[in-house]
């Protein structure tokens, strides 16, 4: 029986404060890997990597294993990109024993626009041309999409040194944004991504901004996909605003027969609904803001809670809006002790302070 490739990087961080880093990660790892926590020590399993994290002596010593030498350099890349993000202002070292980087990203793909289309007044979709979309198949739903400066030629980012991406910089800057795929057209070659059009004047809006002037032939790239998978269950609760439209879309359209869902979905108007397709049973709840006699009104949380609390435990919670509402949720999932295997609770946007 032949054994199973183990590929190995070990890496050294010495941040502001051990114990301050190891809880960000485990709280952020926790939707995208099963997350064991013991005091100093963390291990994150995900479907291609196993990551282990020790606090020692103000330094956090890691260990990455991997099937493959790609999903070892796209781990390190995943944990040195989170890692600073997390250390924010914070000082923060980053060492890793000698690793040969590959030659280009391995989970870039370029992508060539073939249309764009209003889906709804605040919703337009960019159909992308890709040569491999075996990739985004059936697997998970986050991208970074990479946009060159108007009339230059892309140039693509590589690596750094301690593992994180090196973009490009001055005149050859690339516009980044998260993502979700709505679509893979396995037959056309094609990725449909929808851009929410934000009608929040004086807001800057850039990828939006490239959604709504893309043309035929305009090139970008893809970085990934990662996380955001399927969910696997009988039964399913989706809640979400227009920024998770695109997500609970692509659920509905790719969940197997039989499938029961309940979805509460907050959007501006009438106007702002979409057709769900599914071959499960679907029973959606639209909310719609402009009807709230105050436009900070909580409602969507408050149908959350309901909603989560007449769920049985087999239930999958899947939710995504705003940060603190997102994390009302996850602390009433973590109240009732719901098993962390069957929930997704991420947060896609922030509300900004006035």
């Not at 070990?10 to 114990?19: M, W």
């Not at 709804?120 to 985004?136: E, W, Y």
């Not at 408050?302 to 603190?324: G, H, N, P, V, Y």
Request: include cysteine; charged fraction near 25%; charge should be negative.
């Amino acid at each position: 029986m032949n054994a199973i490739p183990s590929f190995k990087l070990s890496g050294i961080a010495i941040p502001a404060s051990t114990d301050h880093m190891l809880d960000e990660i485990c709280e952020h790892f926790i939707e995208h890997a099963d997350v064991e926590r013991n005091r100093d020590r963390a291990i994150l399993r995900s479907k291609t990597s196993i990551v282990r994290i020790r606090a020692d002596k103000g330094t956090l010593l890691i260990e990455l294993d991997c099937p493959s030498l790609e999903a070892l350099q796209a781990a390190r890349t995943d944990i040195a990109e989170h890692l600073f993000y997390f250390a924010g202002e914070e000082p923060l070292e980053l060492t890793w024993t000698p690793l040969s980087s590959l030659p280009a990203l391995p989970n870039l793909h370029e992508i060539t626009v073939v249309s764009a289309e209003d889906v709804t007044p605040h919703m337009r979709r960019v159909i992308f041309s890709c040569a491999d979309i075996t990739p985004f198949a059936g697997g998970d739903m986050h991208v970074r999409l990479l946009v060159p400066p108007k009339g230059r030629p892309p140039v693509w980012p590589g690596f750094r040194e301690d593992g994180r991406i090196a973009w490009p910089e001055g005149d050859d800057e690339l516009l980044v944004r998260v993502y979700t795929i709505r679509t893979v057209d396995i037959e056309r070659g094609e990725i449909w991504i929808d851009f929410l059009q934000h009608p929040m004047p004086g807001i800057s809006t850039p990828g939006a901004d490239f959604a709504r002037d893309a043309q035929i032939g305009d090139r970008a790239a893809l970085l990934g996909p990662g996380g955001g998978g399927l969910p696997s269950a009988q039964s399913i609760l989706l809640i979400g605003d227009e920024s998770a439209l695109p997500a609970i879309a692509r659920i509905a359209a790719e969940i197997p027969a039989g499938t029961q869902m309940r979805a509460i979905i907050e959007v501006e108007n009438a106007a702002e609904e979409q057709p769900l397709p599914t071959d499960g049973t679907l029973e959606v709840s639209w909310l719609h803001r402009g009807d709230y006699p105050d436009r900070r009104d909580r409602a969507l949380l408050s149908r959350a809670t309901d909603a989560i609390a007449l769920s049985d435990a087999e239930t999958f919670i899947w939710a995504a809006c705003e940060k603190t509402d997102i994390r009302a949720i996850r602390s009433i999932l973590k109240g009732r002790k719901h098993d962390h295997r069957k929930m997704y609770v991420a947060w896609y946007w922030e509300r900004a302070e006035t």
